[in-house]
């Protein structure tokens, strides 16, 4: 069965780094697109960057600039690394596998990131 499983979340203060890892089961990882959403209480789940098989990235432009998204196919992994984190970055951020010919969808359970003051 294909997981996905979100780490490396934390408190940080503003300005600091934290990275994210997503490491997912099955062979299919390098086949598939990976992206990293976030959601705070009351609000919907949002896209923050995303990478294609072929390791092409899209990121939100409330990102762009700090945050890096990259993925290791040998070690069915995707990463997140987040530089100058600001409070508003303060979310529950999970993991998606997903492929678009085949139709599949994977998430994650998410990972806590708080950024305090």
């Known amino acids: 069965q294909v997981q996905v499983v979100e780490s490396g979340g934390g408190l940080v203060q503003p300005g600091g780094s934290l990275r994210l890892s997503c490491a997912a089961s099955g062979s299919i990882f390098r086949l598939n697109s990976m992206g990293w959403y976030r959601q705070v209480p009351g609000k919907e789940r949002d896209l923050v960057a995303s990478?294609?098989?072929?390791?092409?990235?899209d990121y939100a432009d409330s990102v762009a600039g700090r945050f890096t998204i990259s993925r290791d196919n040998a070690k069915n992994t995707m990463y997140l690394q987040m530089n100058s984190l600001k409070l508003e970055d303060t979310a529950v951020y999970y993991c998606k596998s997903w492929n678009i010919r085949t139709g599949f969808i994977m998430w994650g359970k998410g990972t806590q990131v708080t950024v305090f003051s």
């Open positions: 990478i294609t098989s072929a390791g092409n990235a």
